[in-house]
């Protein structure tokens, strides 16, 4: 029960199509690749020590 197979996931793309239509999928895309992107450098930024953070502050200024 916890596999997807072809026709199911043909359904699903059917109906995210009728949805939001053919045009607005693309815009979708790019917003949620943009949203990975933000929190991938946001989780890099917290694993980073204290001091290199100040100094990658101190560069971008």
Do not use: H, Y
């Amino acid at each position: 029960m916890g596999k997807l197979g072809l026709t199911e996931i043909l359904v699903i793309l059917v109906i995210i199509v009728l949805l939001f239509g053919g045009k607005k999928i693309p815009e979708l895309m790019k917003g949620l690749g943009t949203g990975i992107k933000e929190f991938k450098n946001a989780a890099k930024d917290e694993n980073q020590p204290a001091t290199s953070k100040k100094a990658a502050e101190e560069n971008k200024l």
